[in-house]
């Protein structure tokens, strides 16, 4: 038994978001070791988070729980997934199969989050007409053709910070409408474009800090 | 002609380590268009972050501009690369060798950034024993030995959930100093360790959260 769940259209803060799949995690984990419930302080424990904060955190996907009981686990699970947009497929086009791109083609994991990429696209003509774990790669100058005949809404950035502008801007031309930048450079969309960052090499020079400060003090 | 560098050894700021990798990128993209000196206020321009700002977090690594003429722009880019750590190469081991993992050997960009990944574990018969990009798979049971020969500091953790902490604990008692987590679980390490997550699921969760809501409004 569980209470009646429901999305909430509230704009949900980013923190929230990112402490979001960590529940859900926590929540399929307890579900493989056999637990039928779940409450916000078994979390709390398991994740080192404030108890009251989970609770919070939770509110907003308005799933509540009952009082000593917790919620129901495959609810719990069900109800994160699909808020988080891991149950809908989203579909995306990839720019640059350098290094880091071709990597991502081959990462099967995105799909069981909701994202699937379609098409990639490069200029060299090595790797123009391949097919990278099934996904086709397309000369960059057919990106407006394809486009058009496809309803993707979603563009993967992995190309070299000297075009990454350019590319953005040709993306968005195209009408793109989030970019999933990887690259290490500030891009500039306008105001109705969602660009998510995701720099490996500034979360390297964050842990490369830190990690000389503990060495230092040790 | 610029100012003395040094390094300063206050904490930076999260935000400012952040940051700095813009800033670096940016300044790398004006020598490639043959500029020798940038200012904080070109750097502002370009990637739409306040001058002030700018000219704080570049405080920190010890390099100052001139009045008008700005930082050299070579000096910039050296000081940059060594104070994030990309000039000194650090050895990781990565558990886990999925899909993720798979790919992040595969991608050499990060050699450019300071990550030399010397080995990876898995317990997959069909995987250990392998060798991929050069980096050798070995079995998760030989990892004490091994880093007892080694002098690596970091473990990138890409192994499932169900095991992530279990892997965490088991490099840490190996001697891992710092954990750069891909995986959507919050780990728990002593205080001493470091670990960075990089979750590219929570960042999938905050641009789909943002790109439906973008798409409601239109």
């Given at each position: 038994?569980?209470?009646?769940?429901?999305?909430?259209?509230?704009?949900?803060?980013?923190?929230?978001?990112?402490?979001?799949?960590?529940?859900?995690?926590?929540?399929?984990?307890?579900?493989?070791?056999?637990?039928t419930?779940?409450s916000?302080?078994?979390?709390?424990?398991?994740?080192?988070?404030?108890?009251?904060?989970?609770?919070?955190?939770?509110?907003?996907?308005?799933?509540?729980?009952?009082?000593?009981?917790?919620?129901?686990?495959?609810?719990?699970?069900?109800?994160?997934?699909?808020?988080l947009?891991?149950?809908?497929?989203h579909?995306?086009?990839?720019?640059?199969?350098?290094?880091?791109g071709?990597?991502?083609?081959?990462?099967?994991?995105?799909?069981?989050?909701?994202?699937?990429?379609?098409?990639?696209?490069?200029?060299?003509p090595?790797k123009?007409?391949?097919?990278?774990?099934g996904?086709?790669v397309?000369?960059?100058?057919e990106?407006?053709?394809?486009?058009?005949?496809?309803?993707?809404?979603?563009?993967?950035?992995t190309?070299?910070?000297?075009?990454?502008?350019?590319?953005?801007?040709?993306?968005?031309?195209?009408?793109i409408?989030?970019v999933?930048?990887f690259?290490?450079?500030?891009?500039?969309?306008?105001?109705?474009i969602?660009v998510?960052?995701?720099?490996?090499?500034?979360?390297?020079?964050?842990?490369?800090n830190?990690?000389?400060?503990?060495?230092?003090?040790?």
């Amino acid at each position: 038994m569980t209470a009646p769940v429901s999305k909430i259209s509230d704009k949900v803060p980013e923190p929230t978001l990112r402490r979001l799949p960590w529940y859900l995690s926590c929540a399929k984990l307890m579900k493989n070791q056999g637990e039928t419930n779940v409450s916000s302080t078994q979390i709390s424990r398991q994740i080192n988070i404030d108890a009251s904060q989970v609770a919070k955190d939770l509110s907003y996907v308005a799933v509540s729980g009952r009082t000593r009981v917790g919620y129901d686990i495959d609810c719990l699970i069900s109800v994160l997934e699909d808020f988080l947009g891991f149950t809908n497929m989203h579909k995306a086009f990839l720019f640059g199969v350098g290094s880091l791109g071709a990597a991502l083609l081959q990462d099967t994991g995105l799909s069981h989050f909701g994202l699937e990429i379609v098409g990639a696209f490069d200029i060299d003509p090595d790797k123009v007409g391949t097919v990278i774990s099934g996904i086709p790669v397309y000369h960059t100058e057919e990106f407006p053709k394809i486009m058009k005949q496809s309803d993707v809404n979603i563009g993967i950035l992995t190309v070299p910070i000297s075009i990454a502008q350019m590319i953005t801007d040709y993306m968005v031309d195209g009408g793109i409408k989030a970019v999933w930048n990887f690259t290490p450079f500030r891009i500039r969309v306008p105001e109705d474009i969602v660009v998510q960052n995701t720099s490996l090499y500034a979360h390297l020079a964050v842990m490369f800090n830190r990690l000389n400060e503990e060495l230092i003090r040790q």
